[in-house]
């Protein structure tokens, strides 16, 4: 049974950077594209960035050139690291596999970005 656990979210400046973890237990991590989803208060929750089994990557209009996803398939380990953050980016951040598999969603980890 795959486990995914979020952490690194916090309360952040507009500007400012955070990096996130999403630590996956289970075999089949490394042969998958993994993504971060996000969802904000009262909205539908939306992919932000994947990145497939090579490492090749793909981002959502609103954060390319400020995210950055990467992932340790020895660590069993995806990152999201934000840079530029905007208040719009406040939500709670979750990993899953790509397309998204119901069972594999966790907790997420919450970004707040004051203005």
């Known amino acids: 049974q795959v486990q995914l656990v979020e952490s690194g979210g916090g309360l952040v400046q507009a500007g400012g950077s955070l990096t996130l973890s999403c630590a996956a237990s289970?075999?089949?991590?490394?042969?998958?594209?993994m993504g971060w989803y996000r969802q904000a208060p009262g909205r539908q929750r939306n992919l932000v960035a994947t990145?497939?089994?090579?490492?090749?990557?793909n981002y959502a209009g609103s954060v390319k050139g400020r995210f950055t996803i990467s992932r340790d398939n020895a660590k069993n380990t995806v990152y999201l690291q934000m840079t530029s953050l905007k208040p719009e980016d406040t939500a709670v951040y979750y990993c899953?596999?790509?397309?998204?598999?119901?069972?594999?969603w966790g907790q997420g980890t919450r970004v707040t970005v004051s203005s």
């Open positions: 899953n596999a790509l397309p998204p598999t119901s069972n594999y």
């Open positions: 990145i497939t089994s090579g490492s090749s990557t």
């Open positions: 289970g075999s089949v991590f490394s042969s998958r594209t």
